[in-house]
């Protein structure tokens, strides 16, 4: 059986031990959700203005790095930072979660009724579109769970389900609600009205996930309510988030978080607001671009085609679950046949072993393809291709050359950077190569171009998965270039 297809059976019997289903499903779930409304209700409150939010605590990138060695845990410090405002819908959230190595990772996320965004703020990597707003107003507002059960009882057309469960040995009532279609998460209420728990599963890199936030007991905010004195996001077995509240308080007013910025101080461009099209980069040597938000790359490698990357969208693991994954490898085929007509496509070279860059092999390898890997992420692939008949793996093993196409290319291994074993590809007579990931942050923009160096790789032109246009050399020493 597929992950998919383990994936409805799994979705049944996910959440809380000893349930029980419910009859009146209608009439009691709105009384559990009444209830809970008035265990968050602040009496003789006004209409609410902004609230503000920051929490402390660390988050584990062993829980969403699957490849990682049992037991290894990757410990950052983390910070959130929430303005929101419950009547406009309007949000934004600054996570900074900073590295064991001390690489830092710095997002905004902003949403309101026009939209939504997400900023790297350290890379100008944006992901922009209209239709992110909905999906960043829940992460951010079901943080919240009395913006939850508000959101939940003005759509009861959407509840599917109430069970009464045992949860840690107590009683709780579980009301499953569809967020949108394929986007189920069961809310678990005690007998008080307090939220204890959220829990949906979601589809990941190895197969289905249960990811389960838990709501520490409340504490009362000044022109707020109760809110959460902190929460936890495990997914399946490892602890991913934990997050304490540092303060949590209204205010009147606004606040410059939520305004869009002006247009003189926008991002660099993004992928996912280009056009999709495919772009020549050199004889026999093409980028797909904008395939569903990401660019794959395309070489001729002498009768037969080389794919550089295998990209994948499983979305963002958080208190409510993301969109329904996608692996996208339907559409790079597309592009690939219409590129190259007629040419079999015979290698796929995932960079890394993270799921957005492997994701994409099942698909590759049903089409033919053999995967070139690095040794340490061999058992993964296999792992992944476990429902492919015959799959085709090849492991790297120093330089591999290809140089019976149009274009002579290298893949090479390089070491210590934003995973532990990186593969890029290298166009000597181009002065030129194709990565992922590695030009999205400053720390990484500095070993990679370390690692050139130390290599011997004349690179001036760099081609990345995450980027709507080339980077130069020349632009990531100046990235780094902080002055004396």
């Known amino acids: 059986m597929t992950a998919a297809g383990r994936l409805p059976v799994l ?51 062993g829980a969403v790095d699957q490849a990682r060695q049992p037991g290894l845990r990757l410990p950052t410090r983390a910070q959130d930072l929430l303005v929101i405002d419950p009547v406009g819908r309007r949000a934004a959230l600054d996570t900074q979660r900073i590295g064991s ?16 965004r997400s900023v790297n703020r350290k890379s100008g990597l944006t992901f922009d579109a209209a239709d992110r707003g909905r999906h960043l107003w829940e992460r951010m507002a079901w943080r919240l769970p009395q913006l939850a059960i508000a959101e939940v009882r003005a759509a009861p057309e959407r509840i599917r389900g109430l069970t009464r469960a045992q949860d840690r040995a107590s009683p709780v009532d579980v009301v499953r609600f569809e967020l949108a279609a394929g986007r189920d998460v069961e809310i678990q209420i005690r007998p008080s009205g307090e939220v204890a728990a959220y829990a949906y599963v979601m589809n ?7 990811v389960v936030t838990r709501f ?30 540092l303060d949590a308080r209204g205010m009147p007013g606004d606040d410059p978080w939520l305004r869009p910025p002006a247009t003189d101080t926008a991002p660099r461009p993004t992928i996912a607001a280009s056009p999709r099209r495919v772009e020549a980069l050199f004889p026999g040597a093409w980028a797909l671009r904008n395939i569903g938000g990401y660019n794959t790359f395309l070489v001729d490698v002498g009768g037969c085609l080389l794919l550089f990357d295998a990209i994948a969208s499983f979305g963002t ?46 698909g590759l390898a049903r089409a033919g393809a053999t995967v070139l890997t690095s040794p340490g992420n061999v058992a993964l692939v296999k792992e992944v291709l476990r429902d492919v008949p015959r799959p085709k793996v090849e492991t790297l093993r120093g330089p591999r050359v290809f140089d019976r196409g149009p274009t002579r290319v290298e893949i090479r291994q390089l070491e210590g950077l934003h995973a532990k074993e990186m593969l890029v590809a290298w166009f000597p007579e181009q002065r030129a190569a194709l990565t992922a990931d590695v030009t999205d942050y400053l720390v990484e923009e500095k070993r990679f171009l370390q690692l050139l160096d130390r290599e011997g790789l004349a690179v001036e032109t760099i081609h990345a998965v995450h980027s709507a246009r080339p980077t130069t050399r020349a632009e990531l020493d100046a990235d780094l270039d902080f002055g004396n």
């Open 204 to 210: 990941r890199l190895r197969g289905p996930a249960r």
């Open 317 to 362: 693991s958080d208190v409510v679950p993301p969109p329904p994954p996608s692996a996208l490898s339907d559409q790079v085929l597309d592009a690939v046949r219409t590129t190259a007509p007629g040419t079999p496509l015979c290698w796929v070279v995932p960079s890394h072993h993270h799921d957005d860059h492997l994701g994409g092999i099942v």
């Open 216 to 245: 520490e007991p409340s504490v009362s905010a000044p022109g707020i309510g109760k809110v959460p004195r902190g929460f936890t996001i495990d997914i399946g077995d490892a602890r991913w988030l934990t997050l304490s509240v």
């Open 101 to 116: 190595d001390g690489t830092p990772g710095l997002w905004r996320h902003q949403t309101g009724p026009e939209g939504g």
């Open 11 to 61: 979705a049944l019997c996910f959440a809380f031990a000893g349930r029980t289903a419910m009859a009146d499903t209608p009439e009691r779930a709105s009384e559990v959700l009444a209830r809970a409304a008035r265990f968050y209700e602040v009496p003789g409150s006004k209409e609410p203005g902004l609230w503000r939010l920051a929490w402390l605590g660390t988050s584990d990138l």
